[in-house]
């Protein structure tokens, strides 16, 4: 490794192979290592044994849940919106071509004692238990208000203005109830609080409107996400793979000792007595712990199931459940995340779910109790905190640019931004994506 | 080499409409028109390089998809599937896809996600270099203790034309045999692998290894278990997402797609 590379990627998440593999196929010499002796950092799946190290240690993995080889468990639960940025970022890069792909079966959110499907359309809305006739009606003309939104004709703005008018004034304009506006600020535009309500109404139309196309963009699909075969970690694999073709250099299994610095610029990477010289740096949080502050903590719990989420359709091989925040009694939403083997991230006749919210006490754990609930018999949970990380400066002084932790949102469009946004101050142009 | 995943797809089609082979002097037989069905196979393409030495695994996948050896070649860059069909004698056609590891398992790095699904693996080793051949083995051992466990696993010796006489020379080559076949065939035999020594240069014995592992595939894994996800049989219920009807495919992928056909 003793060699002048024009970047060096610390760690394999997803964030950073995506990095990886866009500025490989550019041309630039990149060396990319890992601490880990796996691909995927903290957006890896895990083998059972490799699980069983990270969670409890003490503990070798149980005989009955059979070969290492078919279990691909999640760290991070999130599913991939059918028309959002990373699908589009896997066409650009023709990463398609290494991952399969798969449907989510259903979209769920709770309330009451109750949990219903989320409506993806107009038709839906209009069979939905979750609301009375006329609110449906009320529902149907608020979606349709937004599909036929044109920046450029008035007439189809309704007196509104998007970029002036905020959330809760568009909502009152259709008359929609609590519940509604409930469910479609976090069940459908998938926000985690209700900050959203008092900010200009244009974020929200754009997440509503990516949910219904999401909906829309695969035949078949019956919720907006999709979901990598064997596990959120092949996605992380994909770009590393399009790298190395590309020429990119990759060892993982390898100890940072330090990131070695020369007049406050970065001038390489040492592991060991062997120094990789770059001037450019791009690492997860973990490997700069002294340049990234806390700005927040997630809960999550992994569970292993023996059968799907209790009181969803039959045939749920997968589902997303969202208790929004205000049924919990909380500031922030809890999530359920679940796949199967369908998926190919467990042996067969199991279901893995992650219930995962944002800290708000001191007893996180607790926290999860509502979600929890909703699973019926667990036959295995591990439960863990992680700090939400961002770094302090953006890398134009020293040449180090760091990701964001992988927050709670349920997909990747926040990661995405992460990416665009390295992207740009590393080769100092946009990521402009092939857009078909 | 500059097809798009599309022009792959329609190479493949238009073969099978049986345009002539341009490599049809090797024994890969085109595919006439009639032959619709055939099965596919994906075969994970290892080696048992070292960073400093090659052992010449790509130029075995040149020589099996092209009939075409280059003898300085570039470490492998931007190539990333190369396919190409083979019948058999009963008259049985067969897909390859070759995947290959892109230098990925030089700092024993290789990601898990080539030997999923993957039917077939050929371990290449140098026979000239007593090293690659442990190298290989420790290949082996992982590929059976990860893959999917009906993997055909072939062990190829390369580089057998550096320990033959040279017919047209009268200087004496320097280099010599560190792997005896006897050695490495009796390694194969115990592990239960297919072995063979081929010379990618002169072309001895490449197609061998692909008809040999096509014929050890029970012909019903390859048509259950095409990467098409068709090894989804539990749930039916489950749509896998298909990315390619709309054309899809990224300036990247369009760009330098190493992928080639020529069946």
């Not at chain 1, 970029?163 to 304009?173: E, G, H, Q, R």
């Not at chain 2, 014995?205 to 390859?222: L, Q, W, Y």
């Amino acid at each position: 490794m003793d060699e002048e590379y024009d970047v060096i990627v610390l760690g394999t998440g997803l964030t950073e192979c995506i990095l990886s593999g866009l500025l490989s196929v550019e041309g630039k010499k990149v060396l990319h290592m890992d601490r880990n002796d796996y691909y995927g950092g903290e957006s890896a799946s895990l083998d059972l044994t490799r699980l069983y190290r990270k969670f409890r240690p003490e503990e070798s993995k149980p005989d009955e849940y059979g070969r290492d080889r078919d279990w691909n468990v999640d760290l991070i639960p999130k599913f991939m919106m059918a028309n959002g940025e990373l699908v589009k970022i896997l066409i650009h890069t023709d990463v398609t071509r290494y991952i399969e792909f798969k449907d989510i079966s259903g979209s769920y959110v709770a309330s009451g004692e109750k949990i219903y499907k989320v409506p993806a359309s107009e038709q839906d809305a209009l069979t939905s238990s979750l609301m009375g006739m006329f609110e449906k009606r009320r529902l149907k003309n608020f979606l349709e208000f937004l599909q036929k939104w044109n920046d450029e004709d008035p007439s189809t703005h309704q007196g509104i203005d998007l970029d002036k008018n905020n959330m809760s004034a568009v909502y009152d304009k259709f008359r929609l109830e609590t519940g509604t506006r409930e469910f479609v600020g976090h069940a459908m535009a998938l926000y985690l609080d209700d900050s959203y309500l008092d900010l200009p109404a244009r974020e929200t139309y754009e997440r509503i409107i990516l949910y219904i196309t999401s909906v829309t963009r695969f035949a078949n699909l019956k919720s907006p996400y999709i979901y990598p075969m064997y596990g959120l970690g092949e996605l992380p694999q994909g770009f590393a793979r399009l790298s190395a073709i590309y020429g990119g250099t990759y060892m993982l299994n390898k100890q940072i000792d330090e990131i070695v610095y020369e007049n406050g610029k970065v001038v390489g990477v040492r592991s060991e007595n062997e120094t990789a010289k770059a001037k450019q740096v791009i690492g997860d949080p973990s490997y700069f712990p002294t340049k990234v502050r806390k700005v927040g903590e997630v809960v999550r719990a992994i569970c292993i199931l023996t059968h799907p989420i209790p009181n969803t359709d039959s045939n749920m091989h997968s589902v997303q459940l969202i208790i929004p925040q205000n049924q919990a009694k909380r500031k922030h939403d809890i999530y359920v995340a679940c796949v199967s083997s369908t998926h190919f991230v467990c042996a067969q006749n199991y279901y893995l779910a992650i219930v995962s919210t944002i800290v708000e006490t001191d007893n996180p754990e607790a926290e999860l109790q509502l979600g929890l609930k909703l699973l019926g018999p667990i036959k295995e949970k591990f439960v863990y905190k992680s700090d939400l990380q961002e770094p302090i400066e953006d890398g134009t002084e020293d040449g180090v640019y760091i990701s964001r932790s992988y927050d709670a949102t349920s997909h990747f469009e926040s990661v995405c931004a992460d990416v665009k946004d390295i992207y740009k101050r590393v080769t100092g142009k946009d990521l402009v994506l092939f857009n078909p | 080499m500059s097809n798009s995943g599309r022009a792959i797809t329609e190479s493949i089609t238009r073969t099978s409409e049986s345009t002539p082979s341009p490599a049809s002097a090797k024994p890969v037989q085109a595919v006439p028109s009639r032959h619709k069905r055939f099965g596919s196979i994906r075969v994970e393409y290892l080696s048992s390089l070292l960073s400093e030495a090659a052992v010449g695994k790509s130029s075995l996948v040149l020589r099996f998809v092209n009939n075409e050896f280059s003898e300085n070649k570039e470490p492998t860059i931007g190539a990333a599937f190369l396919t190409q069909k083979c019948r058999l004698e009963d008259n049985k056609v067969i897909k390859f896809e070759i995947w290959d590891t892109a230098g990925q398992e030089r700092f024993h790095s290789l990601a898990p996600m080539y030997y999923r699904n993957a039917q077939a693996a050929v371990v290449v080793y140098d026979v000239t270099k007593a090293a690659s051949l442990d190298k290989a083995k420790s290949w082996v051992k992982e590929l059976q203790r990860q893959a999917n466990p009906n993997i055909v696993i072939a062990l190829a010796g390369n580089k057998i034309d550096l320990v033959e006489p040279q017919e047209d020379s009268e200087v004496l080559s320097n280099i010599f045999r560190e792997v005896p076949t006897e050695e490495a065939k009796a390694y194969a035999l115990e592990a239960g692998l297919l072995f063979f020594e081929t010379s990618a240069k002169k072309g001895e014995g490449v197609v061998n290894v692909f008809t040999e592992i096509a014929k050890k595939i029970p012909v019903e894994h390859i048509m259950s278990a095409n990467r098409s996800g068709s090894r989804n049989i539990l749930n039916q219920s489950s749509s896998r997402i298909d990315f390619q009807p709309d054309g899809l495919n990224g300036p990247i992928g369009r760009r330098t797609d190493g992928s080639a056909c020529n069946c």
